[in-house]
């Protein structure tokens, strides 16, 4: 990641090579510390961010100090069964049109946060997050990416047992318990990357590599995923869309396989970065 909206101790901030430029501070005033407020102004912060010069002031990149890129977004989406080789492991077949859920804002998490355990059957779920720029209402497929202002990496940890309690499942509840939705290291602005839809993505447990895959796995892309939900919902910026997992999760694994006390989860997204989250015990 060599350039990317951070949340540096409460601060907006753009991070280029481990440097930290504060928004507000650097800017003049012209530009606001909220994250929020930088993604819902995205175009004037990425010129500013490609005319600063060598003299103006920053700090070093303090990892501790990062909390999630985007802390407060009005909705969060996840896509269901969205990779070919997510599909193929679970023995499903291809859907036909997206398959959404929401994630609560609550559940979001620092890229460095530590994952509270709800139960005996909590997975991983590496995921590639869009972050939306520039809001609206029946986007275009074609149109669609200029609507996205970059991609985060994600972790849609997901409490099996109460995810399958009952019929129908409770995708939702399941994937929002607080620390459920660690994101990061930072927006990263669609125009750094080649193809958002050829990068690697990768997830380590507890030093053993559970998923390995590439974007271009994804059966929807981002553009159809933007249309598809911008048909139903009107988009404004700081929304996120968790685009889906690959194959890899422990509940289709044989044996099954979840997070224990302990376990460090390290996800990582070829261009963006890689966040980290130790399992400790939840609340109750």
Not at 178 to 200: M, Q, R
Request: aromatic share 6%; with cysteine; charged share 25%.
């Amino acid at each position: 990641m060599k350039l990317g909206l951070v949340n540096h101790g409460g601060r907006a901030g753009i991070c280029i090579d481990q440097r930290v430029y504060d928004l507000e501070r650097d800017s003049g005033g012209t530009l606001s510390s909220d994250p929020m407020a930088a993604l819902a102004d995205w175009e004037a912060v990425l010129c500013w961010a490609e005319d600063l010069g060598s003299d103006v002031e920053s700090q070093p990149l303090d990892v501790a100090k990062l909390l999630a890129p985007v802390p407060t977004p009005e909705k969060i989406f996840g896509v269901g069964l969205n990779y070919h080789d997510h599909a193929r492991e679970a023995g499903l077949d291809v859907p036909k049109s997206p398959l959404i859920f929401t994630k609560f804002p609550n559940c979001l998490n620092r890229p460095d946060g530590d994952v509270e355990l709800s139960s005996d059957r909590v997975d991983w779920e590496a995921e590639l997050v869009v972050v939306i720029g520039r809001g609206g209402r029946g986007i275009l497929e074609a149109e669609a990416l200029y609507h996205v202002a970059g991609f985060m990496v994600g972790q849609d940890i997901s409490d099996r047992r109460l995810q399958f309690k009952g019929k129908p499942p409770q995708f939702s509840m399941g994937k929002s318990i607080d620390s459920f939705g660690p994101i990061g290291p930072a927006v990263v602005p669609l125009s750094t990357l080649a193809d958002p839809h050829d990068l690697a993505i990768s997830c380590d447990v507890a030093g053993e590599r559970m998923q390995e895959s590439r974007t271009s796995e994804l059966i929807f892309s981002v553009p159809e995923l933007v249309s598809w939900l911008s048909r139903y919902c009107t988009l404004t910026p700081g929304d996120l869309i968790f685009t889906g997992t690959p194959a890899g999760v422990g509940s289709v694994r044989d044996p099954r396989r979840y997070l224990t006390e302990g376990d460090e989860i390290v996800t990582t997204i070829e261009g963006l970065g890689t966040i980290r989250n130790r399992c400790v015990a939840g609340p109750v």
